[in-house]
């Protein structure tokens, strides 16, 4: 996907393609999202027949992500930057830290597209 200059001088962005497949919305259907489609999910068993336990990871992955924002937040840490969000996703840094700290904040960046 590639932006493009707009008539108004700002910028345009193409069409949404669901027929491309995204690595965000692979990890999606890994971790048991509903925000993927069916080419990323095609690709996503292709990832697997390559790398079996690619799921599994992700997933352990997610578990890690809630075991350390907990216990940060929990010994004080009030503000953080998750840096390469991709999509939201059940339990996402925002979710745990404010679990733990309601008056947390979070700044999410991702340049994930499409």
Avoid: C
């Amino acid at each position: 996907m590639m932006d493009v200059a707009s008539p108004e001088g700002g910028r345009a962005v193409e069409p949404f393609d669901t027929t491309r497949p995204n690595i965000a919305r692979v990890w999606d259907y890994w971790l048991g999202g509903k925000d993927n489609f069916a080419a990323d999910r095609e690709l996503a068993q292709k990832m697997l027949a390559v790398h079996p336990i690619s799921a599994q990871m992700a997933r352990e992955n997610r578990q890690f992500l809630g075991r350390a924002v907990s216990y940060v937040a929990a010994r004080g840490i009030r503000q953080f930057v998750d840096v390469g969000a991709g999509l939201p996703a059940a339990l996402n840094t925002h979710d745990i830290a404010q679990h733990v700290e309601p008056e947390a904040h979070v700044a999410a960046w991702t340049t994930t597209r499409s």
